[in-house]
């Protein structure tokens, strides 16, 4: 297990967006930009093809020219995390492809199969760590996997963290709890909001689409939290809240449009969030976003 991968995780993993022409094709020149401007942050951990870059609306090919794109793009100034997943067969052969193109490590969407059984969730994470030859990242987005196959999961050796995305705390702590002393490296999946409660239960960094409009912002929440400044911590996160409840609008589905029309309205357009993701605010929203955005005044972070 590389402690590189393990001490990044522990950082910010920003999930970068991927970039559509007006012919819906990818625009890839503009994506491996966004990733380099990602990188040249700070941003300890780029993950290519999560749910910010529109994993589920792209097709296999387009996920892995994502990763490759991304391990180019990063020049080595940041983690590249491939996601993969779908099919067993498949997240092993993306993993496969991933590493060859140069990534650090891979993660793993949780399981979206109806009739998927808890136990079982958790031995898909664990078939595909045992396949691959670079550390893996499982992503958690439900409470259905008890504590006792979570333990598994995140003890196994070539797992090197658990990207933790569900708001039930109880259960993370019931986890920090039953793996206290192993190898388990616990993570928040729920991005800045929730960074600070997972951190005081010991899930150490957080995920992050932010990053694509303001990696300054996210940094000096990571720092705040790295210094167990708590009131610092709330304070920052207080002036992206609007930014954050937006994008839970529609049952998360204005997720991933919140954050590319935030780019958009900062000069860096990059097309429309692709179907079944909502497409595009409606005017109401836009102003809303547009004054949150504004109100960032030049972007630069209050910790500055």
Same mark, same amino acid.
């Given at each position: 297990?590389?402690?590189r991968v ?5 950082g910010?993993?920003?999930v970068?967006v991927?970039?559509w ?9 503009l994506?491996?930009?966004i ?6 942050a700070?941003?300890?951990n ?10 589920y609306?792209m097709?296999?090919e387009e996920?892995?020219r994502s ?17 993969i997943g ?7 052969a993306?993993?496969?492809?991933a ?5 650090d ?5 949780h399981?979206l199969d109806?009739?998927a059984?808890?136990q079982s969730?958790a031995?898909?994470?664990?078939a ?5 030859t670079?550390?893996l *990242? $499982?992503?958690? @987005?439900?409470? !259905? #996997?008890?504590?006792?196959?979570? =333990?598994?999961?995140a003890?196994?050796?070539?797992v090197?963290?658990?990207k933790?995305a569900?708001?039930?705390m ?6 920090v709890?039953?793996?206290q002393?192993?190898?388990a ?5 729920l991005?800045e909001?929730?960074?600070?409660p997972?951190h005081?239960l010991?899930?150490?960094g ?6 694509? *409009? $303001?990696?300054e @912002?996210s940094l !000096? #929440?990571?720092?705040?939290?790295e =210094?167990?400044d ?6 920052l996160v207080?002036e992206i ?6 994008r839970?609008?529609y049952?998360n589905?204005?997720?991933v449009?919140?954050v590319?029309?935030?780019l958009?309205?900062t000069g860096?357009h990059?097309?429309p969030?692709?179907?079944p993701g909502?497409p595009?605010?409606?005017e109401?929203?836009r102003?809303?976003?547009?004054r949150?955005?504004?109100g960032?005044?030049?972007?630069r972070?209050? =910790?500055?």
């Open positions: 297990m590389s402690d393990r001490a990044a995780l522990r910010i993993s920003g970068h991927t970039a022409k007006d012919d819906g094709e990818a625009d890839w020149a994506t491996g930009a990733v380099a401007r990602i990188a040249a700070g941003i300890h780029i993950v290519s093809a999560g749910n910010t870059g529109e994993f609306p097709t296999t996920v892995v990763h490759a794109v991304a391990a180019e793009a990063a020049a080595g100034k940041a983690l590249v995390t491939a996601g779908r099919s067993l067969r498949e997240a092993v993306t993993g496969r492809l590493a060859t193109a140069g990534c490590a891979v993660m793993v969407h399981p109806p009739f059984a808890p969730q031995d898909y994470i664990l595909i760590a045992e396949a691959l670079i550390p *990242v $499982a992503y958690i @987005r439900s409470d !259905a #996997i008890g504590v006792k196959d979570l =333990a598994r999961v003890t196994h050796p070539n090197a963290g658990v933790f569900s708001p039930n109880m259960l993370l702590a019931e986890c709890r039953a793996t002393g192993s190898s490296n616990w993570i928040c999946g991005a909001g929730w960074a600070a997972f005081a010991g899930a150490r957080f995920t992050s689409g932010l990053v694509n *409009v $303001a990696p @912002r !000096a #929440i990571w720092r705040a939290l =210094a167990s708590y009131d610092r911590a709330r304070h207080d809240a609007g930014f954050e409840a937006l839970t609008k049952g589905g204005a997720n449009t919140v590319k029309e935030a958009g309205l860096t990059v097309g969030v692709r179907l909502l595009e605010l409606n109401s929203e102003a809303e976003l547009r949150i955005v504004s960032w005044g030049s972007r972070a209050a =910790a500055e």
